[in-house]
């Protein structure tokens, strides 16, 4: 791929990376297709990307330590380990926990691993603050238990007191689709999710994508709505 193959290339908006049948970009023993975004980029906007992983910044480096840990350790290591990797190879000693209080028992354990291997843990609950779901609105009706108190989950606040903590590295356990957003949104360190919480599938949500043409079919179904 040059300079010149980009120049008068445009993106295909209607076609992105999932209409691709070579996955070129990985290997490059292919070729690319026409709407391939890739090729679409202008050279300059390439190497302005590149350069910012070649320097000694925080992009930098976190870079180049997530492609040395893929590197070394792809397919040998658990997630548990790779993020212990990881944090080692960003300088990350301050480790925060932004969890979800179902899964306070396995936070608990990661805990108790990041203190064995030299880490700082410090956790903080998706119900921190205790303030009742009907303080920002939610009828009772919505709640998971109605008719009694129940506590919103409160990411921002996570990221209040992890950023207060000036924690070097957060870790996401469980906490829900749209919280992790907005914890993920204002914290101030970087973020990786350890643990991607789905009652359904046991905290496996590519199962429903594994089965979506046989036990999880319904998510096939069109005009479904939830």
């Not at 899964?103 to 921190?128: H, M, W």
């Not at 939610?138 to 238990?145: F, N, P, R």
């Not at 409160?154 to 590295?169: D, F, H, M, T, V």
Request: overall charge negative; glycine content about 8%; aromatic content about 8%.
């Amino acid at each position: 791929m040059n300079a010149d193959s980009r120049s008068d290339k445009k993106a295909d908006p209607e076609l992105s990376c999932t209409s691709c049948g070579t996955l070129n970009c990985y290997r490059q023993e292919s070729r690319f297709p026409e709407f391939c975004q890739g090729e679409a980029v202008g050279q300059d906007e390439i190497e302005g990307v590149i350069q910012r992983y070649c320097g000694d910044d925080n992009d930098a480096v976190t870079a180049r330590a997530a492609a040395e840990v893929e590197g070394l350790y792809y397919g040998k290591l658990t997630r548990v380990e790779e993020v212990l990797a990881f944090a080692r190879r960003i300088g990350a000693i301050r480790i925060g926990l932004a969890t979800c209080v179902g899964l306070i028992d396995e936070t608990r354990a990661f805990s108790k691993i990041l203190k064995k291997n030299g880490f700082q843990p410090y956790a903080v609950l998706c119900k921190v603050g205790s303030v009742d779901k009907s303080g920002i609105g939610i009828e009772d009706a919505l709640k998971i238990k109605p008719d009694c108190f129940e506590a919103l989950c409160n990411p921002l606040l996570q990221a209040k007191r992890l950023n207060e903590w000036r924690s070097e590295l957060n870790v996401v356990i469980g906490l829900c689709v749209g919280h992790d957003a907005l914890f993920s949104k204002h914290s101030e360190a970087l973020v990786t999710t350890l643990i991607v919480k789905d009652r359904v599938l046991a905290h496996n949500p590519a199962a429903a994508l594994y089965t979506s043409h046989s036990y999880y079919q319904r998510v096939m179904e069109e005009g479904r709505e939830l």
